[in-house]
């Protein structure tokens, strides 16, 4: 990379981050990554997979300018990890893209410029590196500025033109906050341009394969025990689940009409416990589906079993989305809910994948691969959705009930939308004095936005 180019990288660095808040600006920087990554690394861009994480990332950053959120600054954060650190290797796994990338990011410069160079190791001996006088430079620079600026103070006393000369020399146009931040990414640049693995991690993933491969030790008395007691603990708790099932299925159609505190305590009471079940029972597959027992001819009784198990946590999770639901529908969108869906989704998919990994004779290795990617997927894709409107549109339109100061303490997101109800009847005085003074406060802040700051609300506001 040609060092104008990390100059002038530099220099826009600083001139879209310093003394500015998020939003049009991380926008502009995400192009400027893609393009220096794109510059040093054409040949990667020739990868599918490269394009999609480009692709990514740029939506994340493109997010954050529609509707800036915590949510959407992790995922665009995120999404320049993985793309530095695809880079690096582009067989790599995603949480290994995660791992080459921060240290790229943080430790590229010291890696390439101090960590030793195997590549230089030809035949057995080290090519010579230039070595650089640092107390050479020291010299130059150091003594220099100390003897000019000793004589320039000798001459002030000794001649009051040359003094009211030097006097009037203003260098107050210097800013040095600026010129930290413009140093600061500098240094990010020149770290990124050209992205570095941490090896080892790298070598063990690429070496790693996602089949599982019988092991030496296989032991058929051995295995036959460990199935039997598979069968028997998978066979218990399929019943213990089925009796479950039952009993909620029947309690929840034993009523009409199942009160909100009925839902609520339901909700808080058990579906930690629930979710945790999940959990331990996917581990539980693991550690029974982890060695030579796939391969053990006696064992389809115990794959038919967990097949069967897979599918009632299905249901379980089903029934979890269920309670969830009518707890929305009486009170009312929250960010935890959400996070349940999305925990609940992200169980079914270590499910499906379990039911796969035990069906095709994979590693653990491969779960972790396939959920890290759908993990990531979810992660981009969620944050592209502003989830403050949508809660307020729900909890004013479709729920039963709400807790309107929990409304007011979401992010500006819903601004806007909050000033829109003003026109409710339903509202009472103390509810209209907190929605004009939350919409005062944001049309200010967005009126005194630097172009380096603006959001799209900037352009919706003109038309209020």
Request: charged share 15%.
């Given at each position: 990379?040609?060092?104008?180019?990390?100059?002038?990288?530099?220099?826009?660095?600083?001139?879209?981050?310093?003394?500015?808040?998020?939003?049009?600006?991380?926008?502009?920087?995400?192009?400027?990554?893609?393009?220096?990554?794109?510059?040093?690394?054409?040949?990667?861009?020739?990868?599918?997979?490269?394009?999609?994480?480009?692709?990514?990332?740029?939506?994340?950053?493109l997010t954050i300018f529609f509707?800036?959120?915590?949510?959407?600054?992790?995922?665009?954060?995120?999404?320049?990890?993985?793309?530095?650190?695809?880079?690096?290797?582009?067989?790599?796994?995603?949480?290994?893209?995660?791992?080459?990338?921060?240290?790229?990011?943080?430790?590229?410069?010291?890696?390439?410029?101090?960590?030793?160079?195997?590549?230089?190791?030809?035949?057995?001996?080290?090519?010579?590196?230039?070595?650089?006088?640092?107390?050479?430079?020291?010299?130059?620079?150091?003594?220099?500025?100390?003897?000019?600026?000793?004589?320039?103070?000798?001459?002030?006393?000794?001649?009051?033109?040359?003094?009211?000369?030097?006097?009037?020399?203003?260098?107050?146009?210097?800013?040095?906050?600026?010129?930290?931040?413009?140093?600061?990414?500098?240094?990010?640049?020149?770290?990124?341009?050209?992205?570095?693995?941490?090896?080892?991690?790298?070598?063990?993933?690429?070496?790693?394969?996602?089949?599982?491969?019988?092991?030496?030790?296989?032991?058929?008395?051995?295995?036959?025990?460990?199935?039997?007691?598979?069968?028997?603990?998978?066979?218990?708790?399929?019943?213990?689940?089925?009796?479950?099932?039952?009993?909620?299925?029947?309690?929840?159609?034993?009523?009409?009409?199942?009160?909100?505190?009925?839902?609520?305590?339901?909700?808080?009471?058990?579906?930690?416990?629930?979710?945790?079940?999940?959990?331990?029972?996917?581990?539980?597959?693991?550690?029974?589906?982890?060695?030579?027992?796939?391969?053990?001819?006696?064992?389809?009784?115990?794959?038919?079993?967990?097949?069967?198990?897979?599918?009632?946590?299905?249901?379980?999770?089903?029934?979890?989305?269920?309670?969830?639901?009518?707890?929305?529908?009486?009170f009312g969108l929250t960010y935890?809910?959400?996070?349940?869906?999305?925990?609940?989704?992200?169980?079914?998919?270590?499910?499906?994948?379990?039911?796969?990994?035990?069906?095709?004779?994979k590693n653990n290795w491969y779960?972790?691969?396939?959920?890290?990617?759908?993990?990531?997927?979810?992660?981009?894709?969620?944050?592209?959705?502003?989830?403050?409107?949508?809660?307020?549109?729900?909890?004013?339109?479709?729920?039963?009930?709400?807790?309107?100061?929990?409304?007011?303490?979401?992010?500006?997101?819903?601004?806007?939308?909050?000033?829109?109800?003003?026109?409710?009847?339903?509202?009472?005085?103390?509810?209209?004095?907190?929605?004009?003074?939350?919409?005062?406060?944001?049309?200010?802040?967005?009126?005194?936005?630097?172009?380096?700051?603006?959001?799209?609300?900037?352009?919706?506001?003109?038309?209020?």
């Amino acid at each position: 990379m040609k060092k104008p180019a990390l100059f002038i990288a530099a220099i826009l660095f600083s001139t879209f981050f310093y003394d500015q808040s998020i939003g049009l600006n991380l926008f502009l920087f995400s192009i400027l990554t893609v393009v220096i990554l794109f510059i040093n690394n054409q040949s990667q861009f020739k990868n599918r997979k490269t394009l999609i994480y480009s692709i990514a990332y740029l939506i994340t950053g493109l997010t954050i300018f529609f509707h800036s959120s915590t949510l959407s600054v992790i995922a665009n954060l995120v999404a320049f990890f993985t793309l530095i650190g695809h880079l690096s290797e582009t067989k790599s796994s995603i949480y290994v893209s995660w791992l080459n990338g921060l240290y790229t990011t943080i430790a590229g410069f010291f890696h390439r410029n101090f960590a030793i160079n195997e590549t230089n190791v030809i035949e057995g001996q080290e090519k010579q590196k230039v070595k650089i006088d640092y107390l050479h430079w020291a010299k130059i620079i150091i003594i220099p500025a100390v003897i000019l600026i000793t004589f320039i103070t000798l001459y002030k006393n000794g001649n009051p033109v040359f003094s009211n000369i030097i006097e009037k020399i203003d260098f107050g146009f210097i800013n040095i906050q600026w010129l930290l931040v413009a140093g600061l990414g500098y240094y990010l640049f020149n770290n990124i341009h050209a992205p570095i693995e941490v090896e080892p991690a790298t070598e063990l993933d690429l070496k790693t394969e996602n089949t599982l491969l019988k092991t030496n030790a296989f032991s058929i008395p051995k295995l036959k025990q460990e199935n039997q007691l598979g069968i028997i603990l998978i066979s218990l708790l399929n019943a213990l689940i089925v009796l479950y099932l039952i009993t909620d299925v029947a309690f929840l159609t034993s009523q009409q009409d199942i009160r909100a505190s009925v839902y609520s305590a339901q909700v808080h009471s058990g579906i930690n416990a629930l979710i945790a079940s999940i959990v331990i029972a996917i581990l539980i597959l693991l550690y029974v589906f982890r060695g030579n027992l796939n391969f053990y001819d006696g064992n389809k009784s115990l794959k038919r079993l967990a097949f069967t198990w897979i599918i009632l946590n299905i249901l379980l999770v089903l029934s979890i989305v269920f309670k969830n639901g009518q707890y929305i529908y009486y009170f009312g969108l929250t960010y935890k809910r959400i996070g349940v869906m999305f925990y609940l989704l992200l169980a079914t998919i270590g499910l499906a994948t379990t039911l796969f990994k035990i069906y095709s004779v994979k590693n653990n290795w491969y779960l972790f691969r396939i959920n890290t990617q759908a993990a990531f997927i979810i992660l981009i894709a969620s944050s592209t959705i502003n989830w403050d409107y949508h809660i307020t549109n729900f909890n004013f339109n479709y729920a039963q009930s709400m807790d309107f100061g929990y409304l007011i303490d979401l992010s500006d997101n819903n601004t806007f939308l909050l000033s829109e109800q003003l026109e409710n009847k339903s509202l009472n005085d103390d509810a209209i004095r907190l929605i004009e003074s939350k919409y005062n406060t944001y049309a200010y802040k967005l009126r005194t936005n630097n172009w380096q700051e603006l959001l799209y609300d900037n352009f919706k506001l003109d038309t209020k």
